[in-house]
Structure formats: C-alpha cells, structure tokens
C-alpha cells in the first residue's frame, strides 16, 4: 500500500520541478531584459538628470494629454495619477519608448525631456 501512495508524490514532485524550473527561466529572461534595459546609455542619462516637473507638465500637455487627459487622469489612454507606485521609472520609460501598446506611438524624447516628464509624472 506504501507504494500506491509514493508513486503520486514522485508524480506530483517532477511536476513541481517542472514548474519551477520554467518559473525559473521566465524569471531569468525578464530579470535579463530588465537589467540590459537599465543599462541603455539613454536610460543611464535621463536617471542621471536633474528634474524639471514644471517642463515635464508642458511636455506631457504637448504629447500625452491627447489621450491621457490634461490631469493625467484618463481619457483614451489610462489614468497616470500615482503611475509611480504602480510603474519603475525604467517601466515607465520602456512604455513611453516602445510603442509595444498600441494605440500609443513610440516617442522617444530627448533625455533632459525624458527625466523632466518623469519629474511630472511623480508629481500625479
């Protein structure tokens, strides 16, 4: 009777295994794009920049407030209020910078503008 019962927990052990190990390499991977993306010289220089929230504010009203709303607070696009409790700020740049979601189109701001929206973007 010991045995019927070892078979399911050796069963039930590769299974898990399995799905650690898959875990394991998603995690890698996204763990591996994270760190070559914090490591993009463009990124480096718009975290190395001193802030300009009242510059970001007319960029963001030049480029975003289209679909994001005047106040950051949605209209086409999501609202952005508190954007940085839910985003990194390298999320937050890939977002900006990818065009990965579309309706929103790739942009990709010179660095000084880049930091000064993020200064804003803290600031919803």
């Given at each position: 009777m010991?045995?019927?019962?070892?078979?399911?927990?050796?069963?039930?052990?590769?299974v898990a295994s399995v799905i650690l190990?898959?875990?394991?390499?998603i995690f890698a991977s996204i763990l591996g794009v994270y760190l070559y993306r914090a490591s993009d010289p463009y990124v480096q220089?718009?975290?190395s920049l001193n802030?300009?929230?009242?510059?970001?504010?007319?960029?963001?009203?030049?480029?975003?407030?289209?679909?994001?709303g005047k106040q950051g607070d949605g209209h086409v696009g999501p609202t952005l209020h508190h954007v940085s409790k839910h985003?990194?700020?390298?999320?937050?740049?890939?977002?900006?910078?990818?065009?990965?979601t579309p309706p929103m189109p790739k942009f990709q701001p010179d660095p000084q503008k880049m930091a000064d929206l993020l200064g804003y973007l803290e600031e919803l």
């Open positions: 010991d045995n019927q019962f070892a078979k399911p927990t050796v069963l039930v052990q590769r190990v898959a875990l394991l390499v220089e718009v975290f802030r300009n929230p009242a510059r970001g504010e007319a960029i963001f009203e030049i480029n975003c407030a289209g679909c994001h985003m990194s700020e390298l999320s937050v740049i890939d977002q900006i910078t990818s065009g990965d």
